[in-house]
């Protein structure tokens, strides 16, 4: 069975300041992993994703994150928060005898203070 | 064009009545997924359709039901037996069924109230 935990349910930053959420996984397999954003009442949406190729993953809007295989993390950075970045994120992981199916998270509420 | 779409984005409806939720996509994808998200949790999968005319129990199917009778359209029905239905519905969909690195693609959600 796959796991996913992310350790903060909360994140409070000021504006222009560095962004870090915090995702470890657990599988038997060589997963995927994606982080996606959901904004307040919307549909989530496709930040990143890593699929074994290379460990640091570059997305949308600034983010990126590094898949740590011995570390069995991958955590979401940017280095300067806005103010539109205040959202709901979730670290999600797929593969293995899940296939296709994806496990998430618990979630990782970011506040973005001016 | 191109998306998933979820109506209506706000639903209520009295205890002990069945209710179906609509999810229609674009995208030509092969594979469609329900899931649930309650309050300050995850997303848990309720069902998935890896092709037409088929489709699987996902962890939490209890008191639900779905039909895939086109590629386009994967609707929900949250009948009188499920406990507890209050929640935000989502809808996705993905190019394939048979890879783990294939992302999802989200509809905008239904918000269901049931009192």
């Known amino acids: 069975a796959q796991s996913v935990t992310q350790l903060d349910s909360h994140v409070s930053v000021s504006e222009g300041t560095p962004v870090l959420l915090r995702c470890n996984y657990s599988?038997?397999?060589?997963?995927?992993l994606f982080w996606y954003v959901q904004h307040p009442n919307k549909g989530l949406q496709l930040l990143l994703k890593?699929?074994?190729?290379?460990?640091l993953v570059k997305g949308i809007n600034g983010f990126e994150a590094e898949f740590k295989k011995s570390e069995t993390s991958f955590h979401l950075t940017k280095p300067s928060a806005h103010m539109s970045d205040a959202a709901e994120y979730f670290c999600?992981?797929?593969?293995?005898?899940?296939?296709?199916?994806?496990?998430f998270g618990g979630g990782t509420r970011v506040l973005v203070k001016p | 064009d191109g998306g998933i779409t979820q109506s209506p984005k706000y639903l209520f409806r009295k205890e002990g009545q069945n209710v179906t939720l609509s999810c229609e996509q674009n995208?030509?994808?092969?594979?469609m997924y329900w899931y649930r998200q309650d309050p300050g949790q995850g997303l848990r999968l309720i069902y998935y359709?890896?092709?037409?005319?088929?489709?699987q129990k996902g962890d939490i199917a209890e008191g639900y039901s779905v039909s895939r009778e086109k590629k386009e359209s994967f609707p929900l029905t949250v009948t009188s037996a499920q406990k507890n239905p209050t929640a935000f519905y989502l809808c996705?969909?993905?190019?394939?069924?048979?890879?783990?690195?294939?992302?999802?693609?989200f509809g905008p959600g239904t918000r269901l109230t049931v009192t």
């Open positions: 999600v992981v797929s593969g293995g005898a899940a296939g296709n199916k994806l496990t």
């Open positions: 359709s890896q092709i037409v005319n088929d489709f």
């Open positions: 599988s038997s397999y060589s997963p995927s």
């Open positions: 996705a969909s993905s190019t394939s069924s048979g890879g783990s690195s294939y992302e999802q693609y």
């Open positions: 995208l030509n994808h092969d594979a």
């Open positions: 890593y699929t074994s190729a290379a460990t």
